[in-house]
């Protein structure tokens, strides 16, 4: 359970082999690419001349049919859509690549997709406007466009450009228009709906048209073909749900073309950041330490063994380098409360592992009914155990199906399932004891920020700063913990005795504080005045310690709310059939919103126990992740080779 070491790598490759490689990689996809290069004399940045607009375009349309389809299954009362959407396929990378040589994705775009046009919408000699590309364009224009009578002539050629302009503006104007040449003026037809058609024949007039048929100008084929367009257009716009709903089999199809697209932008992405020269590419970036060899092998074989790569070690003191975490199922699941902090340093620990216990902890004391922890336990195991989500979701799951687990516990020690719907022996009733239940939060709480100085402790063993221990962690040990034992007296007996030593403890800590604290200064003055700011800081401890009453807290408010929604149960129930039925309705609605609202809470409050009163401690954070060479999945996961 750390962070993962990694290797830093240089490597030319020949042109020829940059698209193999880069193909290679992408399914090994456990690197990372530099995108800050270093100049180098005779190196230029790569330039793309791949087509990202027409890639965006695709997956814009490829979700578009999805998303009817998923419509259309709505509709005819497909109970396992929301099922469907939420879950992930899986394949493997040969799998995809046969999918996608095996169909034409502009085919089925051109035929299902209700505003795609593909290249085929040419005529020769002749460019054509198309309105319907636009989604604002409706079907009711589009049925008007078909029975109108056409607009031709000839436009001298230093008038085309006008008119071209002054057509696209009004927007929904069907025309097609010869290029212009020297020797002949340019041809124009033109296909306004009704109430444009005015305005159409000013504006040619006013570019000098001089009206024409089409059979004086010899373009009937062309003309004809300009109607088949628009027929087309008008039958794939009226017919689609029907003709959607009849291609089921077209969805895993798309969805393997949409991956394939993200994929490929991704690729051509990169090869922007790489250096190269006349035949050499330069790439710099990132793999495991652990995975060089294999990382080797796959430049091998995909460049027959013709390249240079170096590795080292990376350097742990470099912000640059990613961080990738390494971690047991248990303690996975709390990694996306560490990334939404920040990701730790290349030489932090991974805080991961060290909070994650207290997180569960904390979470099922403020959540604590063994009925909303069953619920959640259960339904989060289903989850992960039929469905196939998403990495961070799965994290996600599976961090509610354990804090489920938690919430049982501390159900069972309060005695509450459903609010005291079923009784329960308590160990502790919160809503009787409330005061023993205050009392053991700010015991947890003083022990997880001795916790936290503890790991600050083991930082400075680690790093060879044994002084620092001393200055850093057992000097705060002695103030802190000889100032709770000072103020315990107030309540227990028993530590009467002890009031000299507590007090000397805390007198020798306050001292250590001020003469270690301001270590950085540069004059005694400012070492004396940072370490009294220093010892200020004991008045934080004071604050944090009384943070963790919101462990009794939200326990006793979620435990209340139960309880209320149970008596109105009570008072209703008595009712009759029908004041039966109300109160099952209104225990369902009742718990459930308890659960989510008291849920929502304990995950927010243990994030905020978390983030400021134990990583101040000892995190620091800022590093950057380690991003996998590979789209994130939208529909398929992709299976390492």
């Known amino acids: 359970m750390a962070i ?21 990689l992408q399914r090994y996809r456990n690197v990372m690419f530099r995108e800050a290069m270093p100049e180098i004399e005779g190196f230029y940045e790569v330039e793309s001349e791949y087509d990202f607009e027409d890639n965006s375009d695709k997956q814009n349309h490829i979700q578009s049919i999805l998303k009817r389809l998923a419509e259309i299954k709505k509709s005819e009362g497909n109970k396992g859509q929301i099922f469907e959407n939420l879950s992930l396929k899986t394949m493997n990378y040969n799998e995809l690549d046969q999918i996608v040589g095996d169909t034409d994705l502009d085919n089925i775009l051109d035929m299902y997709a209700e505003h795609y046009e593909s290249n085929r919408h040419m005529v020769e000699n002749y460019e054509i406007y198309i309105p319907w590309e636009e989604e604002s364009f409706s079907n009711e224009s589009l049925q008007k466009l078909e029975g109108v009578k056409p607009i031709i002539g000839t436009v001298p050629k230093e008038m085309v450009e006008e008119l071209v302009e002054n057509l696209k503006e009004l927007k929904d104007i069907y025309f097609m228009y010869q290029r212009p040449n020297e020797k002949h003026d340019s041809i124009f037809v033109v296909l306004p709906i009704p109430m444009y058609h005015d305005k159409v024949s000013v504006l040619v007039e006013k570019c000098e048209m001089e009206s024409r048929s089409s059979i004086s100008l010899q373009i009937e084929k062309e003309l004809s073909t300009m109607r088949m367009f628009l027929t087309q257009a008008l039958d794939k716009r009226l017919n689609i749900n029907d003709r959607l709903s009849r291609l089921g089999l077209y969805q895993e199809i798309l969805q393997a073309h949409f991956e394939a697209l993200r994929n490929e932008a991704l690729r051509e992405s990169m090869r922007s950041k790489f250096l190269t020269s006349r035949h050499v590419t330069y790439i710099k970036g990132w793999v495991y330490t652990a995975s060089e060899a294999e990382f080797k092998n796959v430049i091998a074989e995909s460049t027959a063994g013709i390249f240079d790569l170096s590795m080292n070690p990376a350097p742990s003191d470099s912000l640059e380098i990613p961080i990738k975490l390494k971690n047991n199922k248990f303690v996975q699941a709390f990694e996306p409360i560490t990334k939404m902090y920040s990701q730790p340093r290349y030489n932090e620990l991974d805080p991961t592992p060290i909070f994650a216990p207290f997180y569960a902890f904390f979470f099922g004391m403020m959540l604590a009914d063994v009925g909303y922890g069953l619920i959640m336990s259960l ?13 961070g979701t799965k994290n996600m799951i599976r961090l509610l199906m354990y804090v489920g687990a938690f919430t049982v516990f501390w159900g069972l020690i309060y005695g509450s399932f459903f609010g005291g719907m079923i009784p329960l022996t308590p160990v502790v009733d919160i809503n009787q004891d409330f005061n023993t239940v205050l009392v053991m939060s700010l015991g947890f709480g003083i022990f997880h920020l001795f916790y936290g100085l503890a ?37 227990i007996d028993l530590v009467k005795p002890y009031t000299t030593p507590l007090l000397i403890v805390m007198v020798i800590g306050m001292i250590g504080i001020v003469l270690t604290n301001g270590r950085d200064a540069k004059t005694a003055p400012g070492k004396l005045a940072s370490g009294l700011y220093g010892l200020y800081g004991m008045t934080d401890y004071v604050g944090d310690i009384v943070s963790y009453s919101r462990l009794m807290a939200l326990g006793l408010s979620g435990a209340s709310i139960g309880m209320a929604f149970n008596m109105m149960v009570d008072m209703v129930s008595g009712m009759g059939v029908i004041g039966v039925i109300f109160g099952v309705g209104l225990f369902i609605f009742g718990h ?30 800022g590093g950057r ?13 992709l299976e390492e080779d």
């Open 4 to 24: 993962v070491k990694m290797s830093e790598f240089d490597l030319f490759v020949r042109n020829d082999d940059l698209d193999s490689l880069l193909v290679a």
């Open 379 to 391: 339904v989060m195991y289903l989850a992960q155990r039929f469905l196939n989500f998403k990495e």
């Open 455 to 491: 790991v600050k402790g083991y930082i400075h063993i680690k790093n060879n700063n044994l002084r620092y221990v001393l200055f850093d962690v057992i000097f705060w040990y002695m103030a802190v913990g000889g100032a709770i034992g000072l103020v315990s007296l107030m309540f």
């Open 592 to 621: 459930t919103f308890n659960l989510l609202i008291s849920g929502l809470s304990a995950y927010v409050h243990s994030a905020r126990l978390t983030y400021v009163e134990f990583f101040g401690k000892f995190f620091t954070g």
């Open 625 to 637: 992740a380690f991003n996998e060479f590979i789209a994130q999945p939208t529909y398929i996961e």
